[in-house]
């Protein structure tokens, strides 16, 4: 059995690659919400041709991608409070983190 779980890694995995999440939900959640309002006009056609449920998946993709937008924030405002948090640990400051209106 070559593919054993119980084996050692070879090599450690690497970090996370870290990025402009927000504004990438943000681009596709707005590239999902274009897609159906550019094939809304044409329904008709699609419902004729069995296709209407491409329209249905744009608007799935742009209602999850609004759901992604408010996970990604919360999770950057989660971040900057942890760093702010250790960067006063650090420094031997004490008490509360600083307050981010924005979270």
Do not use: N
């Not at 990025?19 to 897609?35: A, D, E, H, N, S």
């Not at 998946?57 to 989660?78: E, F, K, N, Q, S």
């Amino acid at each position: 059995m070559t593919g054993s779980s119980t084996r050692a890694p070879r090599r450690a995995a690497p970090e996370p690659l870290e990025g402009p999440v927000v504004g990438t939900i943000t681009g596709g959640t707005i590239i999902w919400f274009v897609l159906f309002l550019v094939q809304l006009p044409f329904y008709g056609w699609f419902s004729d041709h069995g296709h209407a449920w491409w329209i249905w998946t744009c608007l799935a993709g742009g209602g999850l991608g609004l759901i992604g937008i408010w996970y990604v924030r919360g999770r950057d405002a989660a971040l900057k409070r942890a760093a702010a948090a250790k960067e006063a640990e650090e420094k031997g400051e004490t008490g509360p983190p600083p307050h981010d209106p924005a979270a």
